[in-house]
């Protein structure tokens, strides 16, 4: 088989390098992205040879920077594409869609996408350890990642994270940093110990690899379409870089022919206590001023994002908007999809949910436009941002008349007959 990776590349000055653990170019300090030969790629990839392969993100493997068997992620990915009918009643689209990564395997977000890529990868440059700068979901996938491939894992986190996400490392037992600062604070230290220290970190110098792996839900979400690009697409943004690898995968797929082109357009969501892409958006700018995060979605509380810049290019060259969502608002977003979907999400998906919500109301979208959500991690790891904004248990006796005493069922009589 002919390869299919040719080398990384300077997404700045177009620098080539070799495919190795490598992610900043030494001409212009450029960010380096995987150079795929397409060609060759286009040669054997159809939707009959994605179909054929297992039901996992590998079935795309093609367009995946692996080069021989994968060694972890065989359950990650082909979560649900979930036409969202109640939710798309309230906010008047009538193909609404949530693509639903709260059920992702195997820890409950979209990070198992990226880092089966990336540890895939990573034991194929002989990597023995691996590690990772987290916004929380991150540790948790590397941690479970590493325990199934046998590697040693040390995870940096900011200390203030969520107990769910702290407890959802240690139980895979790798070594868990908590940094007292931020994530820019913990993203800074993690690239002076990857310079010091032979490990993989997943999103420092393995980034190209693991950046690719995001790729995915773009393509499931066309397969799940029965081959199609939605009209738009909603995402969640820390760093920017799961926004621009959606855009990434839609075009390949249009490159290779597996769909027809569609300008899809490419809105992005933020948290107001962490915004800096959607404010440099609202203003006109094509850069980013770092802020200082604060704000309950911590999965995506990255002051200085790296892709911000690309993140940019990505929603003017598609005429996609960016928006951003209060706290309260964020709740209420959890509460939105919950109530009208049964699905669960974390904050991050209170801020798709109510971006999203802003967006309807300001017209962005036709009433018969496909319209698909990103629902990036799951509820029950940031229980604590909903604990005070849900009603409470009705508290009663074991017995019929302790049931009755609270519930005067005006139905009782037709429930009865009912069931006799
Ligand atoms: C990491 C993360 C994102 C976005 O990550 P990027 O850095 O923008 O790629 C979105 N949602 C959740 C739940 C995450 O953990």
């Known amino acids: 088989m002919t390869a299919k990776i040719k080398g990384l590349k300077c997404r700045e000055c177009g620098s080539e390098y070799k495919a190795e653990a490598f992610h900043v170019c030494e001409f212009c300090f450029g960010p380096l992205e995987v150079d795929y030969d397409y060609e060759a790629i286009g040669t054997r990839l159809s939707r009959e040879s994605i179909q054929a392969g297992p039901f996992s993100l590998w079935r795309y493997v093609d367009l995946l920077p ?39 395997h195997p820890t409950l977000s979209f990070k198992d ?14 990597f023995k350890t691996v590690a990772c700068a987290s916004t929380g979901n991150l540790a948790n996938s590397v941690s479970a990642h590493a325990a199934e491939a046998g ?28 940094v007292n600062g931020n994530y820019d604070d913990v993203n800074r230290l993690c690239s002076e110990i990857a310079s010091e220290y032979p490990w993989a970190f997943v999103n420092i110098n393995v980034r190209p690899y693991y950046a690719e792996g995001s790729k995915t839900l773009a393509y499931e979400t066309a ?43 490419m809105h992005g969501a933020q948290a107001t206590g962490c ?15 770092p802020v ?66 802003k967006l309807a109301a300001t017209g962005t979208f036709h009433k018969d436009d496909v319209v698909v959500a990103y629902i990036t991690g799951n509820g029950l790891k940031t229980q604590e941002a909903v604990r005070d904004h849900v009603g409470a248990p009705v508290q009663i006796s074991a ?4 049931f009755e005493e609270k519930f005067k069922l005006e139905d009782k009589g037709k429930r009865l007959s009912i069931q006799a």
């Not at 892409?277 to 203003?283: M, N, S």
């Open 292 to 357: 200082k995060p604060d704000t309950i979605a911590k999965s995506l509380a990255i002051g200085n994002p790296a892709d911000g810049y690309y993140a940019l290019k990505t929603a003017a060259e598609s005429d996609g908007r960016m928006g951003h969502v209060s706290d309260p608002e964020i709740v209420e977003g959890i509460k939105l999809l919950a109530e009208c979907e049964g699905i669960f999400a974390e904050t991050a998906g209170g801020v798709t949910i109510g971006t999203l919500k």
């Open 151 to 178: 590697l040693g894992c040390y995870v940096f986190i900011p200390s203030d994270l969520e107990a769910g996400k702290i407890l959802g490392n240690l139980i895979y037992n790798p070594t868990v940093l908590a």
């Open 275 to 289: 915004s800096p892409i959607a404010a440099a958006f609202a203003e006109g700018r094509d850069f980013v001023h």
């Open 223 to 265: 397969e799940q379409l029965g081959w199609q690009a939605p009209d738009h697409v909603v995402v969640p943004m820390a760093s920017g870089s799961l926004y621009t690898k959606i855009k990434k995968g839609l075009n390949e797929f249009t490159k290779l022919g597996i769909i027809d082109a569609k300008p899809t357009r």
């Open 66 to 104: 692996v080069e021989g068997i994968p060694t972890v992620g065989n359950s990650v990915g082909m979560t649900p594409l979930v036409h969202a009918k109640n939710l798309g009643r309230k906010l008047g689209l009538n193909h609404l869609y949530i693509k639903n990564d709260t059920v992702n």
């Open 113 to 126: 996408r990226v880092v089966s890529v990336a540890i895939s990868r990573a034991v194929e440059f002989g």
């Open 399 to 402: 017995s019929l008349s302790g």
